[in-house]
């Protein structure tokens, strides 16, 4: 069953890290890219980063808010995707998912390309 778990949310102060990771489970996650997608209440969806499949070179993009702040990375030994965060401000509040690339028609930061989604991880920014 192929299936993505994210962990690693949680209440942080403004300027705080967290890391977040997204396990699968299933199927080999170094064969595809894997985006970080993030949504507060009321707004839609949105990409936040995307690390290609390793036969790519695991290239990285991120949205342009999160640049400088974000990094994703992956770790095929254990299957694990991350998004380390740092710096982080109350507007990057939301809830955070991870998802498996299956089409290349709009870009790495349309959920529309992506399946396989995660239960999703909570990120509160907050003093």
């Known amino acids: 069953q192929v299936q993505l778990v994210e962990s690693g949310g949680g209440l942080v102060q403004p300027g705080g890290s967290l890391r977040l990771s997204c396990a699968a489970s299933?199927?080999?996650?170094?064969?595809?890219?894997i985006g970080w997608f993030r949504q507060a209440p009321g707004k839609e969806r949105e990409g936040v980063s995307y690390i290609s499949r390793s036969s790519g070179g695991s290239s990285t993009y991120y949205k342009d808010s999160v640049k400088g702040r974000f990094t994703i990375s992956r770790d095929n030994a254990k299957n694990t995707v991350y998004l380390q965060m740092n710096s982080l401000l109350p507007e990057d509040t939301a809830v955070y998912y991870c998802?498996?690339?299956?089409?290349?028609?709009?870009?790495?930061?349309?959920?529309?390309?992506?399946?396989?989604w995660g239960q999703g991880t909570q990120v509160t920014v907050s003093s």
């Open positions: 299933g199927f080999t996650s170094a064969y595809y890219g």
């Open positions: 998802a498996t690339r299956r089409a290349y028609g709009n870009g790495w930061y349309d959920p529309s390309d992506f399946g396989s």
